[in-house]
């Protein structure tokens, strides 16, 4: 049954990772969860080599495409594993005979991505966000760009500190690389101007197992030594992500989201509708002498909002109350602490309104 029917309408949950789902498709899944597709079983019960899953497989690649307005010279590949595994696949697969790569540091996640990429390459620290605390952005004519580098990395969205980029680094000829796994599909993007795009799919897409590679097909078959077979994109490339049991779940319920998405009327309208939201969030935070955002306003992301309270004392108060007014999961990452509201495509406005009304309340309330 679907008891979770009624659910939304007074539980909204803001958790980055794994993140919520629209409700239209967790029904959708729900209603088909024992018989898939008229075949009578349920789809975690069939061969990825039946004509129906492979159909599926193909569908999802194309509405993913079409939604991206994806180039025939990139490969779409659905990938095992998370972000992480593609710290290392990144540059066993893009360092094609050279030592370094260039990394942007914006904070936390770069800076994972950094450590994993130094058992593999000479890492050059292009730029850090260090000095600023990472609330804020090099101008990029103060980049250290080796021109000869294997590809530059980015983090698209930093989902720890609430930081997104609001521009494409210009890279000139050296492949462009970034991790999307926060925002992406939260707007359109202009796939050319990338040599790769990744992104783990328990955020802004699906559950977790399953990471979306998108990437140029001249950058794919040269691997460093010893690659093991499923770290290789060749190994997706030449077997349409099926060279071995994907992760079936996860992939179906991507399939189900990327029509989701089509319905929505397509990436620009979900953009705009981000955008509404988090504004809305972000002009609540900047009206009171409350709350506090300290990234810079051009740099504030679309779908991680943070926000301390005067006294950290506090934090846990605010979650404790949320919390009974239906609002879950708003603690910060450990990292860092304080207070984070997740507004992937999947929240409606509702919830964002009513997290508004809730802390302007809970400002009153505790205001001294
Ligand atoms: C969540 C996240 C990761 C880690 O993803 P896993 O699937 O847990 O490995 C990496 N990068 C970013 C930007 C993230 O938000």
Not at 213 to 222: F, H, S
Request: with cysteine; proline share 5%.
């Amino acid at each position: 049954m679907n008891t979770r029917a009624d659910l939304p309408a007074t539980i909204y949950n803001f958790s980055a990772g794994p993140a919520m789902l629209p409700l239209e498709v967790m029904q959708q899944a729900n209603a088909e969860f024992l018989n898939w597709q008229g075949t009578g079983v349920s789809v975690l019960e069939i061969s990825h080599r039946s004509p129906q899953f492979m159909a599926m497989v193909r569908e999802a690649e194309q509405d993913l495409r079409d939604l991206y307005r994806i180039p025939d010279n990139y490969h779409v590949l659905f990938v095992h594993g998370g972000a992480r595994h593609q710290f290392s696949m990144v540059p066993m697969n893009l360092l094609r005979n050279k030592t370094t790569a260039d990394y942007l540091h914006t904070g936390y996640w770069s800076q994972q991505a950094i450590n994993e990429a130094q058992r593999y390459a000479t890492v050059n620290v292009a730029m850090s966000g260090e000095a600023s605390n990472y609330t804020s952005l090099p101008e990029p004519n103060t980049w250290q760009l080796d021109p000869s580098a294997a590809y530059v990395h980015y983090t698209a969205n930093e989902t720890v500190g609430g930081l997104e980029f609001d521009f494409i680094p210009e890279t000139g000829e050296v492949p462009l690389v970034t991790d999307m796994s926060s925002n992406i599909l939260s707007c359109p993007l202009d796939i050319s101007r990338f040599g790769l795009i990744y992104a783990c799919a328990q955020k802004n897409i699906s559950s977790s197992g399953l990471t979306i590679v998108i990437v140029r097909k001249d950058l794919v078959g040269q691997t460093v030594v010893n690659t093991p077979t499923m770290f290789d994109y060749r190994t997706y490339a030449e077997n349409g992500s099926l060279y071995n049991t994907p992760a079936n779940y996860p992939l179906y319920l991507s399939a189900l989201v990327f029509k989701w998405l089509k319905q929505q009327g397509g990436l620009e309208k979900v953009a705009a509708q981000n955008h509404e939201k988090s504004s809305l969030l972000y002009q609540a935070i900047d009206e009171s002498n409350f709350y506090h955002n300290t990234v810079e306003p051009r740099y504030r992301s679309t779908m991680n909002v943070v926000f301390r309270l005067p006294n950290d004392d506090l934090h846990p108060v605010f979650l404790e109350e949320a919390s009974k007014a239906g609002l879950r999961h708003l603690k910060g990452h450990s990292a860092v602490g304080g207070l984070r509201a997740s507004v992937y495509n999947a929240m409606p406005r509702a919830g964002v309104e009513r997290l508004i009304n809730f802390m302007q309340e809970f400002a009153h309330k505790h205001e001294q």
